[in-house]
């Protein structure tokens, strides 16, 4: 089992940053990518970004892309989400999972469903 714990949330004013972290626990070395998702109010959970570990291959919602990087550390263990030039409609609950299929596109990685773990969620609020 892996266990999936966020921080890093909390108010920011538009314009500002945020930098989530997510630590996972467990058996992580069966992990092939990691990605963030998000879920505002009366919408469904959106897709922000993923990695592959497998060549640290990246890949983004155009909503966050300039905007949002992710990262990792290499035993696999922690993925980050950097968020810059924060707006009122980045406000949402954010969670991160993990998922241990490997895909050469990690355009694939978009979906919910692909994901096997998924932590308890952080809420990010930007104010106007």
């Known amino acids: 089992q892996v266990q999936l714990v966020e921080s890093g949330g909390g108010l920011v004013q538009a314009g500002g940053s945020l930098r989530l972290s997510c630590a996972a626990s467990g058996r992580t070395f069966t992990t092939n990518a990691m990605g963030w998702f998000r879920q505002a109010p009366g919408k469904e959970r959106e897709f922000i970004a993923a990695i592959r570990w497998s060549g640290s291959r990246t890949y983004y919602a155009d909503s966050v892309k300039g905007r949002f990087t992710i990262s990792g550390d290499n035993a696999k263990s922690s993925v980050f989400l950097q968020m810059n030039s924060l707006k009122p409609e980045d406000t949402a609950v954010y969670y991160c999972?993990?998922?241990?299929?490997?895909?050469?596109?990690?355009?694939?990685?978009?979906?919910?469903?692909?994901?096997?773990?998924w932590g308890q969620g952080t809420q990010v609020t930007v104010s106007s």
């Open positions: 999972a993990r998922t241990t299929r490997y895909y050469t596109d990690t355009s694939y990685y978009t979906g919910a469903s692909t994901y096997d773990n």
